[in-house]
């Protein structure tokens, strides 16, 4: 695995989320893709499938915050917002609102589970701490010494 550390393979691995969003290529594949370029460009002591996790989800706040200032092609006439009301401009934000957290909760999963799979097949696996020896282990018995005798004081009185 490449050493880089984690911001240079966080800001790498979100740009080349943009270039597949650039040329159409996106969808589930490109999150995944995402957060596996994310880990496997990590050090292997700060390799971990979170870094492609908030990797993915980096790249859907992103898309978030482009998304608003974009407008979508609507065609048809919108309705009069004096004719609609207040509340539905509450409502409104409160789906986006829930959209952001939803977005990134789900981003992250995706971007997860290919730092997983970037962690299990690249990062040496550990060693177990204790291995097993065949040998059998000596038992060490501890003698113990002789007991001493409290002796009891009379008051005299």
Request: charged share 20%; proline share 6%; net charge positive.
């Amino acid at each position: 695995m490449p050493n880089f550390d984690i911001e240079l393979a966080f800001l790498t691995s979100i740009i080349l989320g943009l270039v597949l969003a650039f040329l159409k290529i996106g969808g589930i594949f490109a999150l995944v893709f995402v957060g596996f370029v994310a880990v496997f460009l990590t050090n292997d002591d700060d390799a971990s499938y979170k870094i492609g996790a908030m990797t993915a989800g980096a790249l859907y706040f992103i898309y978030f915050v482009t998304g608003l200032f974009v407008s979508p092609d609507i065609p048809y006439q919108l309705p009069n917002p004096l004719g609609i009301g207040v509340g539905y401009a509450f409502e409104g934000f409160f789906t986006l609102l829930l959209s952001l957290v939803v977005g990134v909760l789900l981003y992250g999963l995706l971007g997860a589970i290919g730092g997983y799979f970037a962690d299990k097949l690249f990062k040496p696996q550990d060693k177990p701490k204790r291995p097993k020896n065949s040998r059998v282990k000596r038992k060490v018995v501890k003698r113990r010494t002789k007991p001493q005798r409290r002796t009891l004081q009379r008051k005299v009185g």
